[in-house]
């Protein structure tokens, strides 16, 4: 599976953003899908997750509310709405697909993951 990720960008402190991520070569219904970030100088963190199906979504404390992900299966996309953006949410954003079963814990963490895409940086301004 290829994943391309976009929809990074500038945006001040408050505003909103949207991450795309397309999935090429695979059957797209067969995978869980997550957004991880990774500031300058830090590890990555999981940001995001939602299951094959799309039924389940799971978030990390530091995006509840502000950030909703979902998936459109016509497009083979995973899409990640980020709203009220801050100046700590900064990162380059990368999107990845698993073959597992949902599992809030297993989706967090990111050795599950077996494709990723190549980042989309996400500059928030103060």
């Known amino acids: 599976v290829q994943l391309q990720a976009s929809g990074g960008g500038l945006v001040q402190t408050g505003g909103s953003l949207r991450l795309s991520c397309a999935a090429s070569?695979?059957?797209?219904?067969?995978?869980?899908m997550g957004w991880f970030r990774q500031a300058p100088g830090e590890a990555r963190d999981f940001v995001a997750a939602?299951?094959?199906?799309?039924?389940?979504?799971y978030y990390a404390d530091s995006v509840k509310g502000r950030f909703t992900v979902s998936r459109d299966s016509a497009k083979n996309t995973v899409n990640m709405q980020m709203n009220s953006l801050k100046p700590e949410d900064t990162a380059v954003y990368y999107c990845?697909?698993?073959?597992?079963?949902?599992?809030?814990?297993?989706?967090?963490?990111?050795?599950?993951?077996?494709?990723w895409g190549q980042g989309t940086l996400v500059t928030v301004s103060s």
């Open positions: 939602i299951s094959a199906n799309g039924r389940n979504t």
């Open positions: 070569g695979g059957t797209f219904s067969n995978y869980g």
């Open positions: 990845a697909a698993n073959e597992y079963s949902w599992s809030e814990v297993l989706y967090a963490f990111q050795g599950r993951y077996r494709y």
